[in-house]
């Protein structure tokens, strides 16, 4: 098949790239080749004659967003649209990736596919808007929500982390928001068979078990080895510019009832990051 995938000098879309060159025909295309946002993106998209878009370009720096809201909702909201536009005029499917951010994390149980989205900040909100669009204008459509996505080709916590403990032996972590980390290559590789199924709809996808941001750095630093405390914290002592959701952990419903499958625990998919990225042999 062939497939486009926008944001490909990202985290994910690096991975992306690589995961699904083997079975299909695979352009990648960034910022340089392309600004989403543009009037013109449309056409130039259909103008790749693709088979299936992924799309993976975002503006993902969270507190950027809120301290920006006309910029994330450019890129988020009307730059999806645009992908969506695109689609729609070549009568394909697009897959469009989204956030456990589209949550309030008031629910207090892991979220379904079906619950009331309400999302407490401008990234959240201008996600939900792509996904908003995605639905309106395509009826061949995957949306992926994944959660505490890292990979080896971007900046992400467990490098954060890494190199914090390094330098400092002491590192102070919050624990209390709780989620499911991600790993790119997991979640790439359930991307390939989604794709391949044409089973539309709306998935959440992420690494099986729960921990919070000082039980994700925690683990980091012990499988690595390094020789550091690691401390808990609460939110109210680490203030960021955007409030998050305490309790994003999203339940892999639809995934597991069609793919008979679970991702595997985030542990697992941490390790095997520590191995891609040479922390640990
Ligand atoms: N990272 C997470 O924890 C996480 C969690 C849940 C969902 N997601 C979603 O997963 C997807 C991939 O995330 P990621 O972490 O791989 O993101 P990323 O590394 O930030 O990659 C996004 C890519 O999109 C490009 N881009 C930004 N604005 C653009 C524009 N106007 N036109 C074209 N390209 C543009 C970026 O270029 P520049 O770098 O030059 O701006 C970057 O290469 C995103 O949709 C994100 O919302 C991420």
């Known amino acids: 098949m062939k497939v486009l995938i926008t944001g490909a000098k990202g985290m994910l879309g690096t991975d992306l790239c690589r995961e699904l060159a083997a079975d299909h025909q695979v352009t990648g295309i960034d ?20 088979e299936l878009v992924l799309h993976c370009a975002a503006m993902t720096n ?15 909201g009307l730059g999806t649209k645009n992908v969506a536009l695109a689609c729609h005029q070549l009568d394909i499917p697009m897959l469009y990736i989204s956030t456990d951010f ?34 309106e204008l395509l009826k061949k459509f995957y949306i992926v929500r994944t959660s505490w996505l890292y990979g080896k080709h971007g900046r992400n916590f467990i490098s ?7 330098e400092a032996g002491t590192i102070k972590v919050v624990n209390d928001q709780v989620g499911s980390p991600t790993y ?16 539309y709809g709306t998935y ?14 925690k683990k980091t630093v012990e499988l690595s080895g390094i020789k550091a405390e690691v401390l808990p914290i609460s939110s109210s002592d680490y203030p960021t510019p955007t409030k998050r959701p305490a ?28 191995k891609e990225t040479e922390y640990i042999k």
């Open 160 to 166: 954060t982390i890494l190199a914090k403990a390094q």
């Open 62 to 76: 969270v507190d950027g967003c809120e301290k920006d809201p006309d910029a994330a909702y450019a890129v988020n």
């Open 247 to 274: 309790y994003s952990v999203l339940r892999n419903f639809c995934w597991e009832r069609t793919f008979g499958e679970t991702l595997r625990p985030w542990e697992e998919g941490l390790n095997d990051y520590l």
């Open 31 to 50: 910022i340089q080749d392309l600004d989403i946002i543009a009037g013109e993106a449309p056409g130039k998209i259909a103008g790749y004659e693709p």
């Open 184 to 199: 790119a290559r997991d979640l790439c590789r359930a991307i390939a068979r989604l794709i391949s199924s044409n089973k």
């Open 102 to 135: 589209v949550f309030d994390g008031k629910k207090g149980e892991p979220y379904c596919e079906w619950d009331q989205p309400n999302p407490l900040g401008h990234y959240g909100r201008s996600k939900l808007d792509g996904e908003k669009s995605v639905r």
């Open 204 to 217: 959440h996808l992420s690494n099986s078990g729960v921990c919070s941001w000082f039980d994700f750095a």
